[in-house]
C-alpha cells in the first residue's frame, strides 16, 4: 500500500516562500492527478491545488491562485507545492493524496505564516 509522507512545512514570515514535498513510499501511477490538500485549525480539510497524471493540467482554488505552483516527479513518486507570497491565512496543515483521495492519508506537515 502506498505511503504519503509530507515534508518542507515550517514558520515563516508574511510574504515568504516554502515548497512542500509529497513523498510517496510506492508507485503513484502517471494516471492518477494528484492533489495538496490543507486543513486549518477547526476547519474542514479543502482542496488546495490539482496536478493531472501527466503534469501538464493544473487546478487551483482561488485563494493561491497566482501564488501556489503544483507540479510532480513521476519517475521520483513525488508531488510538489511551490508556495509563495505566504499570507497568514495559508496557516495551516498541508496533505497530499489523489484527487480521488485514494491513498492513505499522512501525517502532513504544518505550515505557519506568522510575523
Known amino acids: 500500500q502506498v505511503q504519503l509522507v509530507e515534508s518542507g512545512g515550517g514558520l515563516v514570515q508574511p510574504g515568504g516562500s516554502l515548497r512542500l514535498s509529497c513523498a510517496a513510499s510506492?508507485?503513484?501511477?502517471?494516471?492518477?492527478?494528484m492533489a495538496w490538500y490543507r486543513q486549518a485549525p477547526g476547519q474542514q480539510r479543502e482542496l488546495v491545488a490539482t496536478?493531472?497524471?501527466?503534469?501538464?493540467?493544473?487546478t487551483y482554488a482561488d485563494s493561491v491562485k497566482g501564488r501556489f505552483t503544483i507540479f510532480r516527479d513521476n519517475a521520483k513518486n513525488a508531488v510538489y507545492l511551490q508556495m509563495n507570497s505566504l499570507k497568514p491565512e495559508d496557516t495551516a496543515v498541508y496533505y497530499c493524496?489523489?484527487?480521488?483521495?485514494?491513498?492513505?492519508w499522512g501525517q502532513g506537515t504544518q505550515v505557519t505564516v506568522s510575523s
Open positions: 510506492g508507485s503513484i501511477s502517471s494516471s492518477n492527478a
Open positions: 496536478i493531472s497524471g501527466g503534469g501538464g493540467y493544473t
Open positions: 493524496n489523489s484527487i480521488a483521495r485514494t491513498y492513505t
